[in-house]
């Protein structure tokens, strides 16, 4: 089977830095992604790692380690519109089909 | 551009009616996936489609569920006849197909059923 684990929850303040953990058991991997969903709206692309290492993008970053089936995201200089839910997912084979986990949601206060 | 187009954005019906869900994928893409959200079970895979052929359809949950894509431009995901445990936010999304650079997928803004 397939399984991403993920925190449920987790809470932060402005500007801090806030890292969300993901862990996974797939059969078959190509990269890591991770997806942004505020309250009512549609998941939006973030990141994705192939391979080791970070990956910087503006305030987001994201981390892959293969060996030990392990990612996270990074979130810099956090802002109340970062507040929602993210979503790490596995691409696990062709035509760039997703298994997602189970989302983290994130708030930020003021 | 048009990103993928969803419709309805709502809909409320009655147990045992059928329901047709329809999505337009972007243009150019030729990967076109259709989720299921729900608070218990979070986002799904229900099916999927590359070149307007379903490639896994293991995700469908039973036989009153059936997804289409006639042409490059349009599917529907059909359920016939709807439970109140069908309900949900159904999501389109699609990509560029390929085993090589990751191409990320991009979801329509969701049909949110109700099923009394």
């Known amino acids: 089977g397939q399984s991403l684990e993920q925190p449920s929850e987790v809470t932060a303040v402005e500007g801090a830095i806030v890292q969300i953990n993901c862990t996974y058991q797939?059969?078959?991997?190509?990269?890591l992604s991770w997806y942004q969903q505020h309250d009512g709206g549609a998941p939006t692309f973030l990141s994705y790692n192939a391979l080791d290492g970070l990956e910087e993008t503006g305030r987001f970053s994201s981390f892959l380690s293969r060996s030990d089936s392990y990612g996270y995201l990074l979130l810099q200089e956090l802002q109340m519109k970062d507040s929602a839910s993210y979503f790490c997912?596995?691409?696990?084979?062709?035509?760039?089909?997703?298994?997602f986990g189970t989302g983290t949601r994130l708030l930020v206060s003021p | 551009d048009a990103g993928v187009i969803q419709s309805p954005r709502h809909e409320v019906t009655e147990m045992g009616q059928e329901v047709t869900l329809r999505c337009k994928p972007i243009s150019g893409h030729n990967s076109l996936f259709w989720y299921r959200q729900t608070m218990m079970r979070g986002l799904e895979l229900l099916i999927y489609?590359?070149?307007?052929?379903?490639?896994?359809d293991s995700g469908m949950p039973e036989d009153r569920f059936s997804a289409k894509m006639p042409n490059a431009s349009f599917s529907t995901l059909k359920i016939q006849p709807s439970e109140p445990r069908d309900s949900a936010v159904y999501f389109c999304?699609?990509?560029?197909?390929?085993?090589?650079?990751?191409?990320?997928?991009?979801f329509g803004d969701g049909t949110r059923l109700s099923i009394l």
């Open positions: 797939t059969s078959g991997f190509y990269g």
């Open positions: 999304a699609s990509s560029l197909a390929g085993a090589g650079k990751n191409q990320p997928q991009h």
């Open positions: 489609f590359n070149n307007n052929v379903p490639i896994d």
């Open positions: 997912a596995v691409r696990s084979g062709g035509f760039q089909k997703l298994v």
